[in-house]
Structures are given as structure tokens and as C-alpha cells.
């Protein structure tokens, strides 16, 4: 065999897991406690993961506060806020499953709110019918992250390798058999070999200029997925979250939880009108997602914005101190960051990026790839939340999805398959490839195309879409993918923590989903969910059928439908049934 | 090229458009390596109600690409960016320029830890200590209860409040005990009390971690000086409600003149 070009290290395990969110870690929970070695990759240092940053609470139907919440009401509400492009088996599991999930974590010691009971609390969030998000004030992402990472590394045969980006799956024979990747710290390459390899690196909103997502953001695994052949779906479901901040423009992006409006706060125009009165009477304020981020940008259009081009989110009805239990840390972030006290005066918000439907296409029970030896579970993954996600329902996702996934890879190794050796060749093409920034002493600055790149998507695919703008769009994607050949680091060639050399490697990642969203959008002639176009304003029953999937071919991106898996009528009842309004709360 | 009039009109939404800067600040940031470092001045264009940490980033995205620093979330729930500004330890993405009118800002990295580059510094000796502290452990009961668990509100709210630690090792960073006298051999920290009270402190925990903490964890090494509870973004009361009581529990166990003739009189 030839020599490698680059010296690198080796770290071969059972099974390695890429990101180290709620769905990797509970992943490599259930991988380790199968018996298996597992190595965990992670961008950056273990616990700051973008799951962190989840506030409202995990959805599970555990009728603590609400007696008549059961699965099927829970996956009815999904599906329906999905507007039925959900994959209604993932669903259904995911239904099924989180109360166990969510109760397995308290028993690793995660702490909840409780009701005066003594049960885990629930909070009402959009667009389901009962009070059904477990929270703990709003910080429930971190209490998930922290509950497990503590877990974790009291694991056994659990390695951990922090600040650590993988650049390129290792694919040989149609199957996965590691990964390349450089560490932050010192510019080390390192080669992971696994028998299986669970993906479950999180979303894309770094596309975005205004985007509610973390530096980690952007999009790598779909893309590393998707250089290595596999199916990624539904790539135009990117879902605006209605509360950002907008003001000052310094801030602008970061998350307002829907608990507040799950805790009673009221969206209201410039002219003092409870406007989702207009858009959606019955559940106004706690209408879904999407839903809510039109009517905001409806009225912004309609020149009854705020101030600054959005809207008041105002909670200041309530008392004090019950926001201030409820609501810590928005109270902390709107007096340190805005000089606001919304205990006295309303917050300004406007649509922010903030989650991706879109991402990997998984198989529901295991979440194996159309790679083999790949597994998916989180936000890369694809599937569970349709056209539009409900608050809530991704917490659950990452530790319903994780296990699932983690238990598919273990199963995958467990079934005496050796690990393969892959080649040579193919570890250099990789490593050529993520040292190549670096040897380009004038290429461009990275910076300025991630720029330029979101400017593009905050401009031509927005809530509202259109023909014209999408290819303006997609013409303008293609234009930075030939830039991106010849990017530089903007600055110093030196491996040690060289941010730009890790800019220049995460925009590569940012334009192969942003071409994804512009493909399937425009191939998507109707309005669904998150998905809304101006030209075509109708839902389309005959688009509900399919799902819009990207592959590669050669060196193009490739767009397709693929029919879905029809609903059986017995779960079409389910989804259709009436459920009753009419209960006592038990908070 | 010909565009069509509505490729033209600008539809980037408004409240997403780029914004006018308000005038410049002297951002004085610490470049270098464990080699040694110095200062370097950058003038950084301001936006209203813009952080430390834009600025820090301003720089790395329009004057050097490889200025190293640390951060995820910008929104204070991550707790990566961790640095010194005007020789106080904070998070950057909660310190906003405005606080430091008609002055130069200066940001270095966190004193505590060894430097990697730049601003970014090398923790990872507290994912070690981190380790070394048993896990959260109901009893075997509790464990095989098929019920969910019964537990009051009051129960938890002591708990709670270590559970908002965002680990940014600020606590870390100014704790005299590491930061003066270098001896992470004889302390975990701050951060690591609030972790320890936290379990201590759970209603359904049983482990007994007092002697770790008068051994290796060595809570007496901490004097109250309370500089941790002052640099704490979460505003935890780290000495009042973690260590003081830790130090207590403690002293009970061993210090007690009671349980020590009890001990010498079951031999142990």
C-alpha cells in the first residue's frame, strides 16, 4: 500500500458517533451499553452542543397535566403540524415512545419542574392540544444535555473527542466504514474506523443571516451524507421560528421561547391588534410555527410591523414573579442584552432561522441511511416532523431517535461483520481535500462567501418564495460553489486553531444545502407548512404524496420525488378523530 | 444580465437587512500562543447593542481569518466564550460594547488555563475532574419503581439552581485557589462544588460524596472569598449555597465531637 500523504492518527472502535447533541450522546448511551466501543466526535467541547439551547420543554404525551393526552393525540397533533408530509410510522414511534424516554432521563437525574402532584410539570406550546412539553423553567435543553453528558461519561468503552469536525465520510463497497477528520486544537487529521457510524450532527440555520442557531450549524452532516452518496429529503422544509430578536440589530436572531406565549403572552401589531385573531382564530397565539411566522410577516408587509420590522410579544399581564419562574432566562436575556424588563413592557420579535425538517432520508425503525452501515437520528435526520415541526417534539426526537438509531448501528455491527479496511487512496483524497483551504495562499476569504451565501437564502428563499427568486437563488449558490473550489482561510496558513481554515471547510458543507432548499423548493408547486409560495398559495393533495429527495451524481446535485408510504385509514382515523377540549388542567 | 423586476425589489425582510454602524471602538485583543503574546489593536465599526464578542468576530471574518476563539450559541445558554475583558472575567456574547464608552476594550483569554492560541485556552482539565465525581445514584428501589416519581416542587428548587450552570469556567477562572496558587492537585473548583451540591442536594440521590469532598475534591480549600458567585453569568450563589453547605456537611461528618467519639468507639 502507498503511504498516506499526511501523517495522521487512527482511532478505530465498534462504532463511532458524529456530534455529540441529544441524539448522539443518547446514542452512544445505547451503543455502550450494548457492550460496544464507541468514539464520539464532536465540533466543539462536550455539553455546548446546540441542543443546549432548546428552552420551552420535550413533548410526551404523559397526561400529567392533562388526563385525556394519550400517544394518538400526540401523534395526531405531529402529523397534523406536519400537514401530513411526516413519515407517519416515525411519528407514531415517536409518539409512542418519548413519556418513556423522557422518564428514563429523569432517572439519570434530570430535574423537572413538577405539578403541586408531585409529577413532571407540562406546558402548553403551539399546536398541540394538551399541556405536554416537560420543562424545567426555560432551560430544558440544558438540563437534557447536561443529564446526559454526565451519564455518558460514566459509560464504559466511551471515548469522547472533543473540538474535533469531520470533513469526509470514508465510503468503500457502497458501505461506511469511517471518517476523516481534523482536530481544532492542533490541525491533527485523525482517520475513525467503525463498523457502523451514527450520524447526528444537527441542522443548517447558519444559511441564514438572521438565524436563532449556534456557530455549529451549518449543515455538515447532510453535507458529508450527501458527498458519500446518500438521499437527503425534503430539503425546502426549513422552519422560521416566529420569536427572534430583533432589536438591537446586534442580537438579532437569538430564540424568544414559545413558552411564552405557552405561559400566556400575546403577539400584538404596531396598532395594538391581537392579529392572530385574523390568521387563526381558534388557537391564536398557539397556532404552529408556521402559521404564526406568516401572520408576523403578513403584517410586517402590511405595514403594521413594529418599529423595527417585526412584532410585540408582551407577557407583562402576567405577575412578576411568575415570569420569573416560568421565564428566567428570557427575563435574564431581554434585561442584558436589550434593557427590556418584560415583566413590565412587551418584547419586539420577528421570524428567525431556526430548525431544519429537512436532512437525511432514514429508514422509521432504525434510522439506517441509503448507505449502509449509516444511521441518522436528530435534526440531520428526515422524516418526523412533515412540513413544519411542533415545539417540543424535537427534544423528544434527539432521545426517541438517538436510542433508535444507536440501537440500529449496534445492531448493524453486532451481526459478525468485520470492520472494512477501505483504501488508501481514499483516505488521501480525503485529506487532500481538507488541507486544500490552506495551500491557497490568495483564494478568497470564506467569510465573504458565507456572507454572500446568506444574504442569498435571507433574500430568495424567505417565508414567502416565489419562482423567480428561487432561481435567482439557486443561480446564485451555483455562482459560490465555483468559489468555493478556490477558497482560502482569510488570513494564516497554520493548522493550530485556525478558524478560517474552519470557515472555508463549513461553507463548502453550507452550499451544498443551500443548493438542496432551492431545488426541492422550486420543485414544490404549492404551500405547505413551512413552505409557503407566492405563486402557487394552495396545499396540492397529489404533492402530499411525495417527498422532494437530492442525490449526488457525478459532481451534480440531482433532484427527484419518491412517492410516500400511503397512511393506513386505520391511522388516518386516529389523525382525524376528535379529541376532547374538555378537561381540568392539573398543574 | 436581465433581471426580472422581481428579482430586483429587495425581499430580504426588514428586520433582516444589513444595519448602518454607529461610529468605531479600539478593540485591544491578547494574539499568541503558550510561546508567549501580545496585544493588538484592531478598530472595529459598531452596530447598536452589539457584544464583545461581534466585535472579537468582526475582526476574524474581515481582518484575520485565524484569530482563534471559542464561542457556539451568542446567546449565553452555551457558556463557550469565556475570556478577560478590562481584566474581569466574563462571557463575551453578554457584554455589550455600550457598558465601556469613551474606552478601549481590551480581551484576553481566561488566565486560569493554559492558552492554546488567541483567545482560546485549554479546559479540559475540568471534563477530567468532571469524571471523577460519582454519578447521580437513586436507590435500587427508586431505580425499579414502575411508577413515575413522586417528588414535591420544593424538593428540587435547591437543585435547580446548580443545574443552570452553562459550565464557562469563569468560577474556574477566578477562583484564587487555582487562578493564585496553581493548585488544581488540591481543588476542583467552584464549578465543581455547584456540580457536587447538586447531587448532594437531589432528593432522590443516596451517594455519599463528603469523602471525596474532604479529600481530593478538598472543599476546605476554599477561604469564601466569593469571587466565584460574583463572576457568574447564572448568578448561582456558589459559596453561600453550595460550598458553605458542602463545607458543613463536611465538618459534620468529621469534625462533630460526637460522631468522632461514635467513631472511635465502633473502631472506625
Not at chain 1, 423553567?137 to 471515548?159: A, F, K
Not at chain 1, 449509516?374 to 424535537?394: I, K, T, Y
Request: aromatic fraction near 6%; include cysteine; hydrophobic fraction near 35%.
Amino acid at each position: 500500500m502507498a503511504t498516506p500523504i499526511v501523517n495522521h492518527d487512527e482511532v478505530t472502535s465498534d462504532i463511532l458517533v458524529i456530534g455529540a447533541g441529544g441524539a448522539g450522546m443518547r446514542g452512544a448511551i445505547a451503543a455502550s451499553d450494548a457492550g460496544l466501543k464507541v468514539a464520539v466526535v464532536c465540533k466543539s467541547l462536550l455539553g455546548k452542543a446546540h441542543t443546549v439551547m432548546a428552552e420551552g420543554g420535550m413533548a410526551a404525551a404523559l397526561a400529567n397535566v392533562a388526563k385525556p393526552d394519550s400517544w394518538k393525540t400526540h401523534f395526531s397533533d405531529t402529523m397534523k403540524g406536519g400537514k401530513l408530509l411526516n413519515n407517519w410510522r416515525m411519528a407514531e414511534i415517536h409518539a409512542k415512545e418519548a413519556p418513556e424516554r423522557v422518564l428514563e432521563l429523569e432517572r439519570w437525574g434530570a430535574v423537572f419542574d413538577r405539578t403541586t402532584k408531585g409529577l413532571i410539570h407540562q406546558r402548553s406550546f403551539g399546536g398541540h392540544t394538551y399541556p405536554r412539553l416537560a420543562h424545567i423553567g426555560d432551560r430544558t435543553g440544558l438540563e437534557l444535555i447536561r443529564s446526559l453528558q454526565d451519564h455518558l461519561v460514566h459509560q464504559p468503552n466511551v471515548d469522547v473527542h472533543m473540538e474535533t469536525t469531520v470533513t469526509r465520510l470514508l465510503v468503500s463497497e457502497g458501505r461506511v466504514w469511517g471518517a476523516l477528520a481534523y482536530r481544532r486544537q492542533d490541525g491533527g487529521l485523525v482517520v475513525f474506523k467503525a463498523k457502523s457510524v451514527l450520524l447526528a450532527s444537527g441542522g443548517l440555520g447558519k444559511i441564514y443571516r438572521v438565524t436563532s442557531n449556534s456557530w455549529e450549524s451549518t449543515g455538515d452532516g447532510t453535507a458529508i451524507a450527501y458527498q458519500a452518496g446518500a438521499t437527503v429529503q425534503d430539503c425546502e422544509m426549513v422552519q422560521f421560528h416566529p420569536t427572534g430578536m430583533v432589536w438591537p440589530a446586534g442580537v438579532r436572531g437569538i430564540l424568544v421561547t414559545e413558552g411564552v406565549r405557552g405561559e400566556g403572552g400575546f403577539l400584538r401589531n404596531a396598532e395594538g391588534e391581537r392579529f392572530m385573531e385574523r390568521y387563526d382564530p381558534e388557537r391564536m397565539e398557539l397556532s404552529t410555527r408556521d402559521v404564526v411566522a406568516r401572520a408576523i410577516n403578513q403584517e410586517v408587509l402590511e405595514g403594521r410591523g413594529s418599529p423595527h420590522g417585526g412584532a410585540f410579544l408582551d407577557i407583562s399581564h402576567k405577575p412578576a414573579d411568575y415570569i420569573l419562574r416560568r421565564l428566567p432566562s428570557m427575563y435574564e436575556q431581554f434585561h442584558t442584552l436589550a434593557d427590556i424588563d418584560i415583566t413590565k413592557e412587551p418584547m419586539e420579535v420577528a421570524p428567525t432561522i431556526h430548525y431544519a425538517m429537512s436532512g437525511v432520508r432514514v429508514e422509521p425503525e432504525n434510522g439506517a441511511t441509503t448507505i449502509e452501515g449509516l444511521f441518522a437520528a436528530g435534526e440531520v435526520a428526515c422524516g418526523l416532523h412533515g412540513a413544519n415541526r411542533l415545539g417540543g417534539n424535537s427534544l423528544s426526537d434527539l432521545l426517541v431517535f438517538g436510542k433508535r438509531a444507536g440501537d440500529g448501528a449496534v445492531a448493524y455491527a453486532s451481526d459478525g461483520r468485520k470492520a472494512l479496511s477501505g483504501s488508501d487512496g481514499e483516505v488521501d483524497r480525503a485529506i487532500e481535500h481538507t488541507l486544500a483551504p490552506l495551500g491557497r495562499e490568495d483564494g478568497e476569504n470564506p467569510y465573504t462567501i458565507h456572507a454572500e451565501l446568506q444574504d442569498t437564502l435571507t433574500r430568495f428563499a424567505p417565508i414567502i418564495r416565489e419562482e423567480s427568486g428561487l432561481r435567482t437563488g439557486l443561480g446564485k449558490v451555483k455562482e459560490l460553489q465555483e468559489r468555493v473550489r478556490k477558497v482560502g482561510t482569510g488570513g494564516g496558513s497554520g493548522r493550530a486553531f485556525n478558524p478560517g481554515w474552519h470557515a472555508a471547510l463549513d461553507v463548502e458543507s453550507m452550499v451544498d444545502n443551500a443548493e438542496g432548499v432551492f431545488l426541492c423548493a422550486l420543485e414544490r408547486r404549492e404551500s405547505r407548512g413551512a413552505h409557503t409560495r407566492l405563486d402557487y398559495p394552495e396545499l396540492d393533495e397529489e404533492l402530499g404524496k411525495v417527498n422532494f429527495v437530492v442525490r449526488r451524481e457525478e459532481d451534480d446535485m440531482k433532484v427527484d420525488s419518491v412517492a410516500k408510504e400511503p397512511i393506513p385509514p386505520e391511522y388516518l382515523e386516529i389523525i382525524n378523530a376528535e379529541y376532547t377540549k374538555d378537561f381540568v388542567r392539573e398543574d | 444580465m436581465a433581471t426580472s423586476v422581481e428579482t430586483d425589489k429587495d425581499t430580504t425582510p426588514v428586520h433582516a437587512r444589513p444595519v448602518e454602524s454607529t461610529g468605531t471602538v479600539r478593540l485591544n485583543i491578547w494574539r499568541g500562543d503558550e510561546k508567549g503574546g501580545e496585544m493588538v489593536g484592531y478598530d472595529v465599526p459598531v452596530q447598536e447593542g452589539m457584544v464583545v464578542l461581534d466585535a472579537v468576530l468582526w475582526v476574524q471574518q474581515h481582518v484575520d481569518g485565524d484569530l482563534a476563539v471559542r464561542w457556539n450559541c451568542k446567546a449565553a445558554k452555551c457558556g463557550s466564550c469565556s475570556a478577560e475583558i478590562n481584566g474581569f472575567p466574563r462571557l463575551m456574547c453578554k457584554t455589550r460594547l455600550s457598558g465601556y464608552a469613551e474606552s478601549e476594550i481590551s480581551v484576553r483569554p481566561m488566565h486560569t488555563f493554559p492558552v492554546v492560541k488567541d483567545l482560546v485556552t485549554d479546559v479540559s482539565w475540568n471534563y477530567e475532574v468532571n469524571k471523577r465525581i460519582p454519578k447521580f445514584t437513586p436507590s435500587e428501589k427508586d431505580l425499579q419503581d414502575p411508577e413515575p416519581w413522586n417528588i414535591q416542587q420544593e424538593d428540587v428548587e435547591r437543585s435547580i439552581e446548580f443545574r443552570k450552570c452553562i459550565e464557562c469556567f469563569l468560577c474556574q477562572d477566578v477562583c484564587h485557589v487555582l487562578r493564585n496558587h496553581g493548585r488544581k492537585d488540591a481543588f476542583f473548583g467552584p464549578r465543581f462544588m455547584a456540580r457536587v451540591a447538586s447531587l448532594e442536594m437531589h432528593p432522590k440521590d443516596t451517594a455519599d460524596r463528603r469523602p471525596l469532598l474532604k479529600g481530593e475534591a478538598g472543599v476546605n480549600m476554599c477561604n469564601i472569598t466569593k469571587c466565584c458567585t460574583e463572576v457568574c453569568p447564572e448568578h448561582i450563589h456558589i459559596t453561600d449555597n453550595a460550598i458553605i453547605p458542602l463545607k458543613e456537611r463536611t465538618a459534620d461528618l468529621y469534625f462533630d465531637p460526637v460522631r468522632w467519639l461514635g467513631r472511635k468507639i465502633q473502631g472506625k
